[in-house]
């Protein structure tokens, strides 16, 4: 049956800018902001820095930024080196509802293709609304196996769709482009998260990388099969799809809309218990609990959220997907930045002797809540007996509870400035804000080399 991808790549084909509702401008400015923000700040990470090192050719392309650094070069490979560097601090965008990171699989590859075809903000803006939601829509009409990280799945056919859209393809080239693109998924490991694989941090990027690599195969000629979504995400990566999913409300429900920011630097399964434990942390304000002074903490929570239980992370990755070192470090250092999961914050003593006295456990009632809920419930007790509890039934920064604007602004200057300094931050902002008016999006590109 594939009458549901006709229907899906006519809206695409024929979607224009002027189709787009103001509330879906605003948000799709709102995730490109935060890309660009937690791009460039990754972009710092000594990891990024020499894989920039090996893959950038000095005498090659200089058609695409590397955000947050002087380098420019062909646009898959700033693609991948973008989508990378956006995922390595655990602080972009993502869809709960596709279970997965649309954004950070779009947004790399769509500027990075503008910039170098010297394309309008608007063109822009509309490639990463389509290319969002043709990813979010397979993450919802399929459920991936569990043994499998989503990053690096249906992103890639997002970014396939962004490009798509962005170089104008008609609706026999965007088939193309869609069916070959779903044959370029990654075979992913969710266990790489668990272990502290960095090789996991580069899922995004290379989403990013294939989709423009589709783009470069349909151009060549080559051609996918007739349905290559209902084959990789209903048999081989997933045992369900369901194309109805694919069409439904489509052009009047948008899953940018759907979406969620993240302020904790680790993974959203942390995020529940960070807030509740922020919650008895603002409550003992006035008394604060130091790490010495706890006797134990007892973490009950959802299946997934669970396996993050981790007392010993290694490096920073591995902390980041630790609910143990994630309530020590918050405890030890007062908030959940950045500043926290860094390599040497992961082997403080202090977060380390903490994270020990922390146990995760899950409880089933918990679990059934889901996908609606993701709870958590925390008791902390200190060493004269005293206990303080906290609940959280939802993420802060969630559809349900989402963050507002003045937040977000400042998730942006914390992450922006230290990269770009303050007065670039701000033109960095501004332009994002206005890059609706501007005919050719290098406008903004000109500032993201600090």
Request: some cysteine; charged content about 25%.
């Amino acid at each position: 049956m594939t009458d549901y991808l006709d229907q899906l790549i006519s809206y695409i084909c024929n979607c224009r800018f002027e189709d787009l509702s103001q509330d879906v401008i605003t948000r799709t400015k709102a995730v490109l902001a935060d890309s660009i923000a937690v791009i460039g700040a990754g972009a710092q990470e000594e990891e990024v820095k020499a894989l920039i090192r090996q893959v950038v050719e000095p005498e090659g392309p200089r058609l695409s930024t590397v955000i947050g650094t002087v380098i420019r070069t062909e646009p898959s490979k700033a693609g991948l080196i973008n989508g990378t560097a956006g995922t390595f601090l655990e602080l972009d965008e993502g869809n709960q509802f596709a279970r997965g990171h649309p954004g950070i699989h779009v947004v790399p590859a769509a500027l990075a293709v503008a910039e170098a075809r010297k394309l309008s903000g608007r063109r822009l803006l509309t490639a990463i609304v389509l290319g969002y939601e043709v990813g979010a829509r397979i993450g919802i009409a399929c459920k991936i196996r569990m043994s499998m990280h989503p990053h690096g799945s249906w992103g890639t056919v997002g970014a396939a769709a962004a490009v798509g859209k962005l170089l104008a393809y008609d609706h026999v080239a965007m088939r193309e482009m869609i069916n070959v693109s779903s044959s370029l998924t990654l075979a992913t490991s969710r266990r790489t998260m668990l272990e502290g694989g960095l090789v996991r941090n580069v899922y995004a990027g290379v989403s990013g990388y294939m989709g423009i690599l589709a783009h470069q195969l349909v151009d060549a000629g080559f051609n996918g099969e007739k349905d290559g979504l209902q084959t990789v995400f209903g048999s081989v990566v997933s045992d369900t799809f369901d194309p109805g999913v694919m069409t439904d409300g489509l052009g009047e429900r948008f899953e940018i809309m759907r979406n969620y920011f993240k302020r904790h630097a680790c993974c959203r399964y942390n995020h529940a218990t960070l807030d509740a434990l922020q919650e008895i942390l603002d409550r003992t304000a006035a008394e604060r609990i130091r790490p010495e002074d706890v006797r134990k903490v007892e973490v009950s929570t959802y299946s997934l959220a669970a396996q993050l239980c981790d007392q010993q992370p290694t490096n920073s990755l591995a902390g980041k997907f630790s609910i143990p070192f994630a309530v020590a470090t918050a405890i030890v250092h007062g908030h959940t930045g950045v500043s926290c999961f860094t390599p040497q914050a992961v082997h403080n003593p202090a977060a380390r002797q903490l994270a020990k006295k922390v146990r995760v456990v899950e409880d089933p009632k918990l679990t059934a809540m889901m996908p609606g809920q993701r709870p958590s419930r925390v008791a902390l007790t200190l060493k004269d007996g005293t206990e303080r509890k906290a609940e959280a039934l939802v993420n802060k920064g969630d559809f349900e509870d989402p963050y507002s604007p003045d937040e977000l602004r400042q998730k942006y200057d914390e992450l922006a400035t230290p990269v770009w300094g303050e007065d670039t931050a701000q033109k960095v902002y501004t332009a994002v804000a206005e890059i609706d008016k501007m005919p050719d999006v290098n406008e903004l590109m000109r500032f993201l080399s600090p």
